[in-house]
């Protein structure tokens, strides 16, 4: 099975840097940049498969202001089209954190032949059922999203899906996220099947954090002993701890 690794970014930064060096250990020349909305001078050092608002919109999917964080399944879309030679596509956040060698990471994957990977699929709660309301009639699923695989196959499935999904009278905040959407239609579809992450590499999750939030300091994580060997998120250096905590007290405020 051929398989290709992404990062999902929509800035260049030291931790994408990072990131992409980690990612050559294990995929060689197999790695690229979904960029959102990149900037004419930004020029990462790998190939890069650029996605942007006209894009979307040409493949019928809505693209609310927000899109861009919500609608990470977009990513892998454009992956799909830009790189379709592939059985199976990763796409990783950079405020993941490898503690260990991530070639041994991947290793652990590459014969599972599951439709979609992702980090302990589960039944959506109530305070994520907002995302749910486009989807009406159907069980939801989630699971975080910041470091998945999709078989290209389930990409040809999916797609359809999301542009229908697209047309759903619901306000923007409303809109199907990309967890949501993608792993209660990955649940619906008898012939797609969906596995978890720790299952294949157990050791990488045991007592390290890997959630939403909160955030770590990569700073204060990098050398402890009883992370080493495990994969964390989210983790950002310092600087970018700061910008994300401004950026969240603003958009809470600016909600209210």
């Excluded at 294990?26 to 608002?53: I, K, Q, S, Y």
């Excluded at 964080?69 to 454009?78: K, T, V």
Aim: hydrophobic letters at 45%.
């Amino acid at each position: 099975m051929k398989s290709i690794v992404a990062i999902r970014t929509h800035r260049w930064t030291e931790a994408e840097d990072r990131l992409l060096g980690q990612l050559r250990a294990a995929f060689g020349d197999d790695v690229v940049v979904v960029f959102h909305e990149r900037a004419p001078d930004v020029t990462p050092g790998c190939e890069v498969v650029d996605l942007n608002a006209a894009w979307a919109q040409e493949q019928g999917l809505r693209t609310p202001r927000d899109w861009g964080w919500r609608c990470g399944d977009y990513f892998f879309y454009a992956l799909r089209a830009a790189r379709p030679d592939y059985d199976h596509y990763w796409l990783v956040e950079p405020d993941v954190l490898f503690l260990g060698d991530p070639a041994a990471f991947f290793a652990r994957f590459a014969q599972v032949e599951d439709d979609i990977l992702g980090l302990d699929p589960e039944p959506m709660n109530a305070a994520k059922r907002m995302f749910a309301a486009s989807m009406p009639g159907m069980d939801h699923w989630r699971a975080i999203f910041a470091l998945t695989r999709i078989s290209g196959r389930a990409l040809d499935r999916l797609l359809p899906l999301r542009q229908e999904n697209s047309k759903a009278p619901v306000g923007q905040m409303r809109f199907a996220n990309d967890e949501a959407f993608v792993y209660s239609h990955a649940m619906a579809e008898d012939d797609l099947s969906v596995g978890n992450l720790r299952d294949h590499a157990p050791e990488w999750f045991e007592g390290a954090p890997f959630d939403t939030a909160p955030d770590m300091i990569e700073e204060a994580v990098r050398d402890r002993d009883d992370l080493r060997g495990k994969v964390l998120h989210p983790v950002h250096g310092k600087a970018a701890f700061k910008t994300e905590i401004a950026k969240r007290a603003t958009k809470r405020l600016n909600f209210f």
